[in-house]
């Protein structure tokens, strides 16, 4: 079983940036792809950014491609670095984690373990 919470959202200006962490708990975090979603009031939850847990392999939503960075370090920590942020940026960000050993995914039904979210709003 994996824990997931996330932190860092708040409120920030247009061009501004801003850093989410995922810390996550649990066995053998290491083994697990991690990705980020988000869901904007009225619409879906949809992908932003995963990183494999095996090679650090990275994939992007391209509405943030070039703007965003995931990134992990060696212990139980995820981040996504955001920059140039846009007020069509605001959403809750939610930090989720695979089954162990899956290959990285973009797909939402393939994340098992979510954390509570956390807000991001952008002002224009």
């Known amino acids: 079983q994996v824990q997931l919470v996330e932190s860092g959202g708040g409120l920030v200006q247009a061009g501004g940036s801003l850093r989410l962490s995922c810390a996550a708990s649990?066995?053998?975090?290491?083994?697990?792809?991690v990705g980020w979603f988000r869901q904007a009031p009225g619409k879906e939850r949809e992908f932003v950014a995963a990183i494999s847990w095996r090679n650090g392999v990275t994939t992007y939503a391209d509405s943030v491609k070039g703007r965003f960075t995931i990134s992990r370090d060696n212990t139980r920590n995820t981040y996504l670095q955001m920059n140039s942020l846009k007020p069509e940026d605001t959403a809750v960000y939610y930090c989720a984690a695979s089954q162990p050993f899956r290959v990285i995914t973009s797909t939402l039904g393939d994340f098992s373990f979510w954390g509570q979210g956390t807000q991001v709003t952008v002002s224009s």
């Open positions: 649990g066995r053998a975090f290491s083994s697990y792809s």
